[in-house]
């Protein structure tokens, strides 16, 4: 049988940043966050023991994610 491949998706910040946006998605809610940058985020995922197979930038209006691929050896 054949061990299934543990894989890590994730979307993070692309720069370090933090903010908030009322009424997020329509509702009534306030969205809060706050990220940290691209390279620290290289570091936590490597650090953590995961490898990284692929990581670029998506662009979003002013500003964009990273997205990153990874799994576990």
């Not at 936590?44 to 799994?71: C, K, M």
């Amino acid at each position: 049988m054949s061990t299934p491949r543990r894989v890590l998706l994730a979307t993070t910040g692309a720069q370090e940043g933090s903010g908030t946006q009322d009424r997020w998605l329509g509702g009534t809610a306030t969205m809060w966050w706050s990220h940290a940058d691209v390279a620290t985020y290289r570091d936590w995922i490597t650090r953590s023991g995961l490898i990284i197979d692929s990581d670029q930038f998506v662009p979003e209006g002013e500003s964009g994610h990273q997205l990153f691929w990874a799994h576990r050896p």
